[in-house]
């Protein structure tokens, strides 16, 4: 083995533990549990909108709300890449989009980025249903109103 193949190797392992931090502080602060369906579980029941969490692993393919894998892969922080967030809006054709957090992003990799990387997939999941409530509201704000109005 060469000296580069050694530290591209060395690197290689940084950067895997990083990224295992960065999804275990996310599991810590918004999950019960330790694995990919509990954080599912857990994001879809305390949010308003019931978003959905889906995870893209390092072979590039993805895990969906619903995927067996989600229960069956054992120690996800040596899977999973990136998070994502989003929402369907029940009674409307409309939803909102997936977006993601990447464990590798370089600003979560630095010492306390793993804690960065837990706020900041907080505030996505917050966006994402507040943008869900706020489609609810424009599909069936006056229904609330309607339903005032006849008592």
């Known amino acids: ?81 990136k998070i994502g967030a989003s929402s369907i809006v029940e009674g409307s054709d409309r939803e909102v989009e997936l977006d993601w957090i990447d464990l590798a992003d370089p600003k979560y990799l630095e010492e306390g980025g793993d804690e960065l990387c837990a706020d900041d997939f907080g505030t996505m999941c917050q966006e994402v249903n507040n943008a869900a409530c706020a489609i609810w509201d424009e599909e069936h704000g006056d229904e609330d109103e309607d339903d005032e109005t006849d008592e």
């Open 1 to 81: 083995m060469t000296y580069e193949q050694h530290e591209r190797d060395r690197e290689e392992a940084a950067m895997g533990e990083a990224i295992a931090r960065n999804f275990l502080a996310i599991m810590a602060r918004h999950s019960f549990g330790d694995t990919m369906s509990s954080l599912q579980r857990a994001m879809y029941k305390d949010t308003d909108a019931g978003i959905s969490i889906s995870f893209q692993l390092h072979d590039g393919s993805f895990v969906y709300s619903g995927d067996a894998r989600a229960r069956e892969i054992t120690d996800p922080q040596n899977w999973v890449r």
